[in-house]
């Protein structure tokens, strides 16, 4: 995967390019990838969706110690908009995307 926009997401995040790929690879995380190509060397570009998906599933792995799979799967389902239980913790969105001032998420 060759692609600034996917190399600039990872670094945003505090997460390597690698766990990133791995994470596409997985198919834990989306990606488009631009033209008709697949494989390593061509662009990828994201959905803001997915890079929402991204940042929060980073922030459970890199804050709470969350598995990757099981962090990209909370981080899906709370887009949704659903309550989500992880041990004692309940995640959920309190802010639309909408909002001038980003994400913001209750645990």
């Not at 198919?27 to 662009?43: A, N």
Request: with cysteine; charged share 20%; proline share 3%.
């Amino acid at each position: 995967m060759s692609s600034s926009q996917a190399r600039r997401i990872a670094d945003e995040v505090g997460i390597s390019y690698r766990q990133l790929d791995h994470w596409i690879a997985q198919g834990w995380v989306s990606d488009r990838l631009k033209g008709r190509f697949t494989g390593s060397g061509h662009e990828r570009s994201f959905n803001p969706e997915e890079i929402e998906v991204v940042m929060l599933a980073a922030s459970l792995v890199n804050g709470f110690g969350v598995g990757a799979e099981k962090a990209c799967a909370i981080a899906h389902m709370t887009l949704q908009g659903l309550p989500t239980r992880y041990g004692g913790w309940v995640l959920q969105r309190i802010a639309e995307p909408s909002d001038e001032n980003g994400q913001e998420y209750q645990v």
